[in-house]
Antibody, heavy 118, light 110 residues
Framework: QVQLVESGGGLVKPGGSLRLSCAAS????????MSWIRQAPGKGLEWVSY????????YYSDSVKGRFTISRDNARESLYLQMNSLRAEDTAVYYC???????????WGQGTLVTVSS | QSALTQPASVSGSPGQSITISCTGT?????????VSWYQQHPGKAPKLLVY???SRPSGVSNRFSGSKSGNTASLTVSGLQAEDEADYYC??????????FGTGTKVTVL
């Protein structure tokens, strides 16, 4: 079945870096835009970034622009998020999702928790 | 990009209908028919209920329906059931080629 599985979360100090991965299965990965969306503890959803199927179109939210980098490897059917210069306010559960303007966001992964704290 | 505005909470009795609003601007909700709605139970990932304002993915109950007028989108839940108690979020594509989510609405089944 269509599935997304995130990994790579953990505890990191302010100013540190972390790389998240999202493994896709059950669909033709290269055909779809993919997004990262985060949710701070007890808060709402915040869109972070998306990448087109070919990787040629990339957008970021203002809150992460210049610090985070989204990428994908279609041969490995995997999505990545390189997070640098992490701040306490980046603490959240990070979800990957197959998200496109004309097909919504489905499915979502189970999420991976990133905690930025000294 | 500011979050779309949703009521913090909505409640209803079993069998009743409730409507959740999602107010944006002429640069997001008002500009595109790319509004989606998600349901999130505690500790779980969000689930897509509606996309493209009013389309439902296969497997989603027809008790969930979406609409839009101007800068405001709405999700109606008919025949409210105990399992509908959850958080609900709207989302829209924007003129900046980004996405924005709503502030979220907690639905309580009385």
């Amino acid at each position: 079945q269509v599935q997304l599985v995130e990994s790579g979360g953990g505890l990191v100090k302010p100013g540190g870096s972390l790389r998240l991965s999202c493994a896709a299965s059950g669909f033709t990965f290269s055909d779809y835009y993919m997004s990262w969306i985060r949710q701070a503890p007890g808060k709402g959803l915040e869109w972070v970034s998306y990448i087109s199927g070919s990787g040629s179109i990339i957008y970021y939210s203002d809150s992460v622009k210049g610090r985070f980098t989204i990428s994908r490897d279609n041969a490995r059917e995997s999505l990545y998020l390189q997070m640098n210069s992490l701040r306490a306010e980046d603490t959240a559960v990070y979800y990957c999702a197959r998200l496109g303007a004309n097909y919504g966001g489905e499915p979502w992964g189970q999420g991976t928790l990133v905690t930025v704290s000294s | 990009q500011s979050a779309l505005t949703q009521p913090a909470s909505v409640s209803g009795s079993p069998g009743q209908s409730i409507t959740i609003s999602c107010t944006g601007t002429s640069s997001d909700v008002g500009a595109y028919n790319y509004v989606s709605w998600y349901q999130q139970h505690p500790g779980k990932a969000p689930k897509l209920l509606v996309y493209d304002v009013r389309s439902r993915p296969s497997g989603v109950s027809n008790r969930f329906s979406g609409s839009k007028s101007g800068n405001t989108a709405s999700l109606t839940v008919s025949g409210l059931q105990a399992e509908d108690e959850a958080d609900y979020y709207c989302s829209s594509y924007t003129g900046s080629s980004t996405y924005v989510f709503g502030t979220g609405t907690k639905v309580t089944v009385l």
